[in-house]
């Protein structure tokens, strides 16, 4: 394995985008390829011009409520006052169903990152004489719902030559169709700030497209003159920032709103038009995100508690586990087992189930090959949601690692895939420099990743209020230097070792330094 100095590393990056065709912002692809979106952008026309209700429905998790917000944020520049609903993922379910359509009387309904599965409630919009257009990204099933339009790219006659795009991304190419059929002169850049988050939040392949909107969004984040981005750049107080941000601490709290009380707060946050409002949604907002942590850690115990470590896949499932966190700890449980991760909620005999997974095996795919036993499922690759009844549990497991029986390990779980081998001693705030040039990272083009082979260990020890982070003191090739895993707390017996890492910079009063972080320990 050739050895990774900062010429290597250099070469490396940025090979990965040379043939990136959208590059320039100039070269993004035309809104009037996806399909129905011309007659989408005619009937909002017509609705506008007549005056007639429309209401946004939207989604309760990030990409649905940054979806929600630039939909509310262009009509307001437009000066054409819509309705909004973000459903409540206790009260009312996921995305448009019946009981949102029960809300609404008259006009034109548009979804948000949601919809492509919504055919009970499309129905029932078309026996009310409304008229629906759905925008979506997600997998596209067998059946579609009665819609005036839909919208989105995953439809196999659809042109629209990138696929892997996010809800907020659909719902922005929309609004840039409207702007182009009203002549508008509104600035289709302002939104990239919302945009960022959500394509990051979304776990959107960070390539070609979604890759360039980011890199300008991260910028925009920094320069935006939205309340709730002024109010985080002053509590972060970053001189840039990277898509690590936008994942572990921007999209975090976002998210909160939704998985433990109501996303509107979200919305409201994002939505904010002053210094007050943002600082008062974003007090809400970190409460709930500190609940949420600790629910999650609670029921990622009591899940790890139910694992069948034989089967190839993780289906674990707990009365009455809060169904705003079973995501995440489904993910938690991915990662560390290195196999898909099913965890269910029950209640009242139904179970709600979220499902994750790192593979090259398609979530969506699999659960649909068990849709006999489930009340409804919807998603993509590596996300998916789905429900049934308690009873049906039992059995989803068995069917679902009977079909994955032999599939092999490397299907399951995506190894790293190393850089090569690292040059210890080049690491430096130059090295860690050339990292952060070509940001941003995401899924199918990752954060460098490197191999430390042969490495003496001299000291561990654990550190964190709960002594649950491994720190450990190395050798290497006469090199030392500090190594940290989080949420580690097994002991090292080993007198050398081999690590699979990642360089951070760690900022600690004024001070800058590369840190090693520990992805895998390979003993």
């Known amino acids: 394995m050739q050895k990774v100095t900062k010429e290597r590393l250099f070469e490396l990056l940025l090979a990965r985008h040379k043939d990136n065709p959208y590059a320039k912002l100039s070269n993004l692809p035309n809104p009037f390829l996806l399909k129905d979106l011309p007659k989408a952008v005619k009937r909002i026309k017509s609705a506008i011009l007549n005056n ?9 998790d990030v990409d649905g409520v940054v979806s929600t917000t630039i ?7 437009v000066g054409y006052k819509i309705n909004h609903i973000i459903p409540n993922r206790f009260e009312h379910g ?9 809300l609404i009387d008259t006009g034109l309904v548009i979804t948000v990152d949601n919809g492509i599965s919504a055919v009970e409630a499309s129905k029932k919009l078309k026996e009310k004489n409304i008229d629906l257009i759905i925008t979506d990204h997600h997998t596209v099933g067998k059946t579609l719902p009665e819609a005036f339009a839909i919208i989105n790219p995953k439809q196999y006659d659809c042109t629209f030559p990138f696929k892997e795009i996010c809800g907020a991304q659909v719902a922005w190419y929309l609004c840039a169709g409207i ?22 939040a979304d776990i959107m392949p960070m390539t070609d497209l979604n890759y360039t909107l980011v890199r300008h969004g991260l910028k925009s984040i920094k320069n935006s003159n939205r309340p709730a981005f002024k109010k985080l750049n002053e509590v972060f107080a970053k001189k840039f920032y990277v898509s690590d941000d936008i994942g572990f601490m921007i999209a975090p709290k976002i998210n909160s709103a939704g998985r433990m009380d109501d996303a509107s707060i979200a919305l409201s946050f994002l939505l904010s038009k002053n210094d007050i409002e943002a600082n008062e949604s974003l007090t809400l907002l970190d409460e709930l995100n500190n609940y949420r942590k600790s629910l999650q850690e609670m029921i990622t115990k009591k899940a790890t508690n139910e694992i069948i470590h034989k089967h190839n896949a993780i289906v674990v499932w707990g009365e009455n586990w809060h169904e705003g966190v079973i995501g995440i700890v489904a993910s938690k449980l991915s990662n560390k087992y290195k196999k898909p991760a099913f965890v269910f909620s029950i209640n009242n005999g139904v179970a709600k189930g979220s499902a994750r997974a790192n593979a090259k095996i398609n979530l969506h795919t699999l659960i649909s090959k068990c849709s006999s036993l489930l009340i409804g499922f919807g998603g993509h690759k590596n996300a998916a949601g789905l429900s049934l009844k308690q009873e049906n549990l039992k059995r989803f497991q068995e069917e679902i690692n009977l079909y994955l029986a032999n599939t092999s390990k490397e299907d399951l779980h995506i190894k790293y895939e190393c850089l090569g081998e690292l040059d210890v001693s080049s690491v430096d705030l130059e090295f860690l420099s050339i990292i952060e040039k070509f940001e941003p990272y995401g899924l199918e083009n990752k954060k460098p990743i490197f ?6 260990v001299l000291k561990i020890e654990f550190i964190g209020k709960d002594k649950n982070h491994l720190k450990i003191l190395l050798n290497n090739d006469g090199f030392i230097f500090e190594a940290l895993k989080f949420h580690h707390n097994e002991p090292i017996n080993e007198e050398f070792i081999d690590l699979i890492v990642t360089i951070n910079k760690n900022e600690f009063r004024g001070e800058v330094n590369t840190q090693f972080l520990i992805e895998d320990i390979l003993l």
């Open 94 to 102: 996921y995305g448009l169903s019946t009981k949102i359509v029960d």
């Open 451 to 456: 191999k430390i082979t042969n490495s003496k």
């Open 179 to 200: 702007k182009k059929e009203l002549n508008l002169d509104i600035n289709m850049s302002d939104f990239f700030d919302l945009l960022c988050v959500a394509i990051v």
């Open 71 to 77: 939909m509310v944020d262009f009509f307001n520049k």
């Open 52 to 60: 007639e209700a429309i209401t946004i429905v939207g989604d309760y």
